[in-house]
C-alpha cells in the first residue's frame, strides 16, 4: 500500500491524523519521492516545460514570469513562457523559490505514485515540487483547499502548523490574522514526512542549505461539486418531449420534469451522493503516463524506414 510507505502504520494514521492533527513520520525503507533534484535540473535544461506548470514566488508574492522564462520561435512562430534554467538559477540564488505545479501531468513515476495513492484513497492526487534556497520561504502562511503529504527531498526545512479555520467560510489562500499558536513546529529532514490536514494554516522557511520537498495534494469535494452531481443525478433519464405548443401542454411537460427530479432526489441517500461526487473527481486523476517502448518498436517492421507509413523518418 502506497500509503503505509509514507506514514507506517495505516491504521494509527487514519485515527489519530487524518483531518484531525499534523505529523512528521519517519518513513523506513528508501526514499520515496520519484523526483529529485537532478530530475528537476534535466527537466528545465530540456527546454520544454513552460508556464503554468513552473512558477517562481519570494516573500509570498509570485514573480512576473517574463522574469523567468524565455520565447521559443517554432516554424516562424513566437511562443513564450518557456522556463529559462538560466534565469530561475539566478532567482533562485536571489532568495526565489521555485515551485514546480502538476508534476504528476509530466514526471512519469510521480504519474504512477499520484495514480495509486488516488486509487486507495478514492480521492484525486496531485503533485507540487518546491526548491527553496536557504533561509527562503517561498508561501506566506496559508492554507491549502486540500489535505498534504509532502516529503523532504533535500535538505531540512523548519514547518509552522497552525489549526484549522473557525468556521466553514474559508478560502484557500493567505492567512491574513492571527493563525494561532502552531499546533506543530519542527524541523523536517531529507526523507521525512509531515502531514497537514487539509485548511490547517501551515508556512515553511529552509534552513542553512538549499531544500527541496514534493507535495502530494489529496483533493476533496466541496459543495459545489455535491450540487453538480446532485443535478446530474436528478436530469439522468428525463424525458426530453418535443416542443409543446399549448399552455396546457407546457404545464404538463413542467409537472412530468418536477415528478421526475423528485423521484430521483428522494431516493438520492447522502453517502451515496458523497461517493458519487468523489467519484467524479477521481475520474479527473491523471492517468499514468504510458510507456511507449518505441526502441523495441523500431525493430519492428511496423518501424523499419522501407516500410510504408512509418511514424519516424529513418535516421
Known sequence: MTLRQWVGDVENFQTHYWRRAPAVFQPEGEALSPIGLSDVEDVLCSGLLRTPHVELTQAGT??????????????????????????????????ATLLLRNVEQWHRSTADLCADL????????????????????????HRDDADVLLIQVAGSKRWSVHGGPDNEQWQPQKVTGDPGPPLLSNRVHTGEVLYIPRAFAHSAVAEDEISAHLSLTIREVAESDLVRTALRHAMAGLPQAARP??????????????????????????????????????????????????????????????????PFPAE
Not at 488516488?118 to 526548491?131: D, H, K, P, T, Y
Open 62 to 95: 509570485q514573480i512576473p514570469e517574463g522574469d523567468y522564462t524565455r520565447v521559443h520561435t517554432v516554424l516562424a512562430r513566437e511562443n513564450p513562457g518557456f522556463a529559462d534554467p538560466a534565469k530561475i538559477i539566478a532567482a533562485i540564488g536571489s532568495g
Open 118 to 141: 488516488a486509487a486507495e484513497l478514492g480521492q484525486r492526487v496531485e503533485a507540487f515540487f518546491f526548491v527553496t534556497p536557504p533561509g527562503g520561504q517561498g508561501l506566506a502562511v
Open 245 to 310: 405548443l399549448s399552455e396546457e401542454r407546457l404545464l404538463d411537460s413542467a409537472a412530468r420534469t418536477l415528478d421526475h427530479l423528485r423521484t430521483r432526489l428522494d431516493g438520492l441517500e447522502p453517502k451515496d451522493l458523497l461517493r458519487a461526487a468523489r467519484d467524479a473527481s477521481l475520474r479527473r486523476q491523471t492517468e499514468p503516463i504510458p510507456r511507449l517502448g518505441i526502441e523495441a518498436a523500431s525493430r519492428t517492421a511496423a518501424f523499419r524506414p522501407d516500410t510504408a507509413g512509418t
